[in-house]
C-alpha cells in the first residue's frame, strides 16, 4: 500500500502569501517553499543520483519526452520505474512533453521572445489537432504521437511522484484568436489527462498547468476550470512575460484564485532574483535547471553574489570558493583550483561547481523557509 | 622534519623476478607493485583527488609541462605546493616535461609508430641543443625553456614526492648515430638534473630514466651509466618497442641491470594485458591514462573481461556494471542506465565509469601483490 498524497500548511505568514508546507509523496516529504533541480535525462548533469540525495533534494523534475525518445518509457518501465532506473530514493515530478512541443516549434523561450514572433513553426511537427501532437524524434527521425493519453501513460511507466496533465504552450507572440482557440483545447487536454490518469493514480499525484499567457482574465479563467477538476496541485506555465516585472504582475493577480490547500509549481524558473518575489506570492515549488547551467559556465553562487570564476582576480586566490558554505566543494577546493580546472577544461570542474551551486539553492530555500517561520517574509 | 624516502622489498617471489615492496615518502606509503593513475592537470579527468585518496590511489602522475603552461609552477608554489592545490594527501610523481618535446615534435607514439618515421617536425620546437629546448606553448604561443636546471626547479615548485630528470625521448624511427648522439646527451642532462636536485633535496626522490630506445646494448649501458649515481630510483623511458613482445624482451634483457634495492617505475605503461608479465619482470609502479581514457569510452573493466557498455546487449540489462564490484558505481547503477547516460552525453556517465576503472586498477593490483605473496606470480 502506497502512502497517499497530501499536503499540509504548517505556517501561513502574516506579512505576505509566503507559506510553510509539507508535501508528502510516496517517495517522502517535501518541504515548501522550495526549489526543483532538473535532471532531463534522468540525471542532474555533471551528478548523480545518490549524490542528488544526499544534497537533500526533495523533488527533482525529470522531462518525459526525453526519456520517451532515450531510453523509452517501456524500459525504464521494465527496469521498475524512473526512480530505480536512476536510483533515486527521494520524490520526482515529470513533466508531460508539452513544453517540448512548443520547443519544437519555436527555439528556446528565449530565442522565441528575440524573434518576436517571426520564426516560422519547425518541420519537426507534422501535425496538430484535436488528439494531440505528431512529431519527429530529433534523435532518430521516427514520428512519435503525443496525446493527453500517451503523455499519461508515458508518465505511469516512469512513474514520478508528481505528473502533469498534456498541454500545449503556445508562443509569447500568439494571435488572440489562435491564443483562444489553443486555450480552450489546452483545458479540454487537461480534463483528458486527468481522466486516463484517474483510471490508475497508482500513488501518484496529478496537478494541472494553469494557462492564459499574459492575459490576467485567461488566467483567472484557467484557475476557475482547472481548480473545480479533481487535481492534486497546480502548476503555472504558458508564457509568463517577457521579464521578471511582467511575471510577478502575471502571479499577483493570479495566484489569489489559486486554492490555499493545494501545493502549486511554477514550471520553469529559478533564477535567483525571482525566488523570494515569488515565494512572496505564494509559490510552493519551482524548477529550474539554472542552478546547473550556471555552474558549468563558472557563474557560482556564493553568500556574496554571483561570482564568475574564470575573472582574473580569483587566479592567485587560495580560498574557498565560498567561506560560508560546507558543501564537499567548498570544503576541499580552492577558486583559484577551480579557475585552474575550467581553464584546462577539465570535467571535474563542471562536476565540483554543480554540487556547490545545488548545495547552495538547498540551503537559500531552507533559510526562506525559516525566514517565513520567523515573520520575516 | 620530512620523512625520508626509503624503499622496502617485503616478500621476493620464488617464481619470478615479481617483488612486494613499500616505497615509503613524505607523503605516505605506496605498496608496490602498483598502477599509477594520470592527472595530467592535477586532478584525474572526470573525478577529484579526495575521491582518489578514497579509493586508495596511493601515487598520481601529474604532468610537469602541462602545469608550468598552466596555471604555471609559480602559481602552484604560492598555493603551497602541488599537495595543496589540488588537495591530494597521498603520494605524487611528477615528470620532466621531456615526452613533451617528443610529442610535439612527433605527435602521439601512436601515430609516430603508425608514420613510420616520415613525419616532420613540428614548429612548436623552436631550438634543441645541448642547453635544452625552446619550444613554444601551445596555449599562447610564449616561448618556452625547458633545461634540466628548469625542469627541476619547476618541479621543486610542485613538490612532488617523486620527481623525474629531464631527458630527451626520441621517436622509434630514429637513425642510430642520431640516437646514439642523443643517448649521451640525454645521459648528460640526467645528471645535470641530478645535481640541481641535489643542491636542495628538500625531501623529494628522484628516479633516473633508463634509455636506450629498443637496442640492448644502449639500455644495458644506460642502466650502468645510471646506477652509478645517487638517484633514488630508475624509471624506464624511451621508445619500448611497436608491441607488447618487443617491449617484454626489452625489460627482460634489461631489469637484471637495475639495482634491485631500488623501486622502479614503468612510464606510460598500463594496458590490463601488459601488468601481469612486467610485474613478473620485476616492474614495482607503472602509469597510464589507460583506464581513465577507457571509462570515457564506454570501456569498462570487469571481473568477466573488458565490455563496451554501448553494446545493445547492456540495454535492458539491470545488473551492476560488475556484480563482483564494491566501488560506489557498481553499488548503486546498473549497466541499462550507464548506457542511457553514455548515448544521452551526460557528463555523470564519465565520472561514474572513471571512478569504476580506478577502483577496479586499484584492487586488480592488490590482488597481484597478494598473488606474490602467495607465490602464485
Known amino acids: 500500500m502506497q502512502k497517499p498524497f497530501f499536503f499540509e500548511i504548517i505556517y501561513q505568514s502574516k506579512k505576505s502569501r509566503a507559506r510553510v508546507g ?16 532538473v535532471g532531463t535525462n ?75 514572433g517571426k520564426k ?35 508518465q505511469k511507466d516512469l512513474g514520478a511522484d508528481i505528473i502533469i496533465p498534456f498541454d500545449e504552450l503556445l508562443a509569447f507572440h500568439t494571435d488572440p484568436q489562435k491564443l483562444k482557440n489553443s486555450f480552450d483545447r489546452t483545458h479540454r487536454w487537461e480534463e483528458r489527462s486527468l481522466n486516463e490518469h484517474l483510471k490508475n493514480p497508482n500513488g501518484q499525484a496529478m496537478y494541472s498547468v494553469i494557462h492564459g499567457g499574459i492575459d490576467d482574465a485567461l488566467r483567472q479563467k484557467s484557475c476557475e476550470i482547472l481548480r473545480n477538476l479533481p487535481f492534486d496541485g497546480h502548476a503555472i506555465g504558458g508564457s509568463l512575460g517577457k521579464n521578471q516585472e511582467q511575471m510577478l504582475t502575471l502571479l499577483k493577480n493570479m495566484m489569489p484564485h489559486l486554492p490555499i490547500d493545494k501545493p502549486n509549481h511554477l514550471l520553469g524558473i529559478g533564477d535567483l532574483p525571482s525566488i523570494q518575489p515569488c515565494i512572496e506570492l505564494g509559490i510552493d515549488t519551482m524548477d529550474s535547471s539554472h542552478p546547473t547551467k550556471c555552474a ?16 582574473s582576480r580569483f587566479k592567485n586566490d587560495f580560498t574557498p570558493l565560498d567561506p560560508a558554505c560546507s558543501c564537499y566543494t567548498c570544503k576541499n577546493y580552492t577558486r583559484a583550483y577551480l579557475q585552474h580546472l575550467f581553464k584546462a577544461h577539465e570535467l571535474t570542474a563542471y562536476s565540483l561547481t554543480s554540487l556547490h551551486n545545488i548545495h547552495y539553492m538547498m540551503q537559500l530555500m531552507k533559510s526562506y523557509r525559516q525566514a517565513i517561520l520567523d515573520d520575516k517574509i
Open 22 to 37: 509539507r508535501i508528502h509523496t510516496p517517495h517522502g516529504i517535501i518541504e515548501t517553499p522550495n526549489f526543483v533541480p
Open 42 to 116: 534522468a540525471t542532474a548533469k555533471a551528478l548523480d543520483s545518490v549524490l542528488m540525495d544526499q544534497l537533500d533534494v526533495q523533488l527533482m523534475f525529470c522531462n518525459t519526452y526525453h526519456l520517451m525518445l532515450h531510453p523509452g518509457s517501456q524500459l525504464i518501465k521494465d527496469a521498475g520505474g524512473l526512480h530505480t532506473f536512476m536510483n533515486r530514493k527521494k520524490p520526482i515530478i515529470t513533466d508531460s512533453g508539452g513544453f517540448q512541443v512548443f520547443s519544437l516549434m519555436h527555439g528556446s523561450v528565449h530565442n522565441e521572445l528575440k524573434s518576436k
Open 120 to 154: 516560422s513553426d519547425s518541420n519537426a511537427i507534422l501535425k496538430i489537432n484535436e488528439d494531440g501532437v505528431l512529431f519527429r524524434s530529433y534523435r532518430d527521425g521516427s514520428q512519435l504521437l503525443l496525446t493527453p493519453e500517451t503523455s499519461v501513460q508515458a
Open 296 to 311: 558549468r559556465h563558472g557563474m557560482l553562487f556564493t553568500s556574496e553574489g554571483i561570482i564568475k570564476i574564470l575573472n
